[in-house]
């Protein structure tokens, strides 16, 4: 199992992630099941797929129910280290939430802004930011998100969301 480290830039923190089971990954897909770190009333787990190429950790989020209650995108720059087999997913604070009635809500921009003027994200960071988050919007409003995105992890894992 390889180790998996979130790096956020606001709040900075670093977390581990190694302890959620990792369901696939190949050169293009990290597929990992999780249930959050700290418990909450509202979601009982969920799985997330970490598009290695394209900068992007999108997650559906399980109610108490099982049932998805929204999607979640992290917009991240990803490090890999083959000799240590470790991810470090550096959060790049644009976040992108689909409600299960199609509402996209775009969040964190100001954070985004805010992490670029006090110099804990590069320009390259901000640009990388923006132009993954541009390219994951075009993919959300160009095709049926949600139902790509389960055939991608039921094609891989044999899971059906």
Not at 66 to 83: A, G, L, P
Request: charged share 25%; with cysteine; proline share 4%.
């Amino acid at each position: 199992m390889p180790k998996i480290y979130r790096i956020r830039y606001i709040p900075p923190e670093t977390i581990d992630l190694s302890s959620d089971k990792l369901l696939y990954r190949d050169n293009k897909y990290l597929i990992t099941k999780w249930i959050p770190i700290k418990p909450r009333n509202d979601i009982k787990s969920g799985i997330s797929c970490v598009f290695l190429e394209k900068g992007w950790k999108i997650s559906a989020f399980f109610g108490q129910d099982n049932e998805i209650i929204y999607w979640y995108c992290d917009i991240v720059d990803i490090n890999f280290d083959k000799k240590a087999d470790i991810y470090y997913l550096y959060d790049l604070l644009t976040d992108i939430k689909i409600m299960p009635d199609g509402r996209v809500e775009i969040i964190d921009l100001d954070e985004l802004a805010i992490a670029f003027e006090n110099n804990l994200i590069t320009r390259e960071q901000l640009i990388m930011s923006l132009k993954q988050s541009s390219s994951l919007l075009d993919l959300i409003y160009t095709h049926n998100f949600p139902e790509c995105i389960r055939k991608i992890i039921n094609r891989l894992t044999g899971i059906g969301l």
